[in-house]
């Protein structure tokens, strides 16, 4: 992500349940600290076959295990700068390698939090509603490993 960095930071690390990587800007020379520009958060969650906009015929009739993109968002003097699509992009990319390195997950999920992040997110052409709910989303791990 050209002159950003990313590190993970140990947010509900030592509960477990989620794992946030922040995204600093390195362009700020001489500085001690680098600003952070944009951070998302990761964790493991649940869905029901019937919420999925998908064919599930083959899949379980218990909850099946998705990714949630819990938190993702960008500081606002990085705003309208494209950085939003990249740190999207690169959670989705993290995804599916913590799905090759054994997380199960069939797709992700996130909950939107406004309009305005609704027409981010359908920007992307990619995320479809679960159930009749606009302002959840998700997209398949196949679409999310094509990236």
């Known amino acids: 992500m050209d002159a950003f ?26 500085k001690k600290k680098y600003p952070v520009a ?10 029901t076959r019937e919420t999925l906009p998908v064919d599930h015929k083959d899949l379980p009739a218990y909850p099946v295990p998705v990714t949630l993109l819990a938190r993702l968002a960008i500081a606002e003097n990085y705003q309208k700068r494209g950085l939003g699509a990249k740190t999207l992009v690169t959670a989705l990319r993290h995804t599916a390698i913590l799905k090759k390195k054994g997380l199960p997950s069939i797709g992700l ?29 998700f997209v398949p791990m196949h679409v999310i490993e094509q990236l």
């Open 109 to 137: 999920v996130l909950d939107v939090l406004d309009e305005d992040a609704l027409h981010f997110y359908n920007h992307f052409d990619t995320f479809h509603s679960l159930t009749n709910n606009p302002m959840r989303l």
């Open 38 to 47: 944009a951070y998302y958060t990761l964790a493991v969650a649940t869905v």
């Open 5 to 30: 960095l990313i590190r993970y930071a140990a947010k509900n690390a030592e509960l477990g349940i989620s794992k946030t990587w922040v995204l600093l800007d390195q362009n700020r020379e001489g």
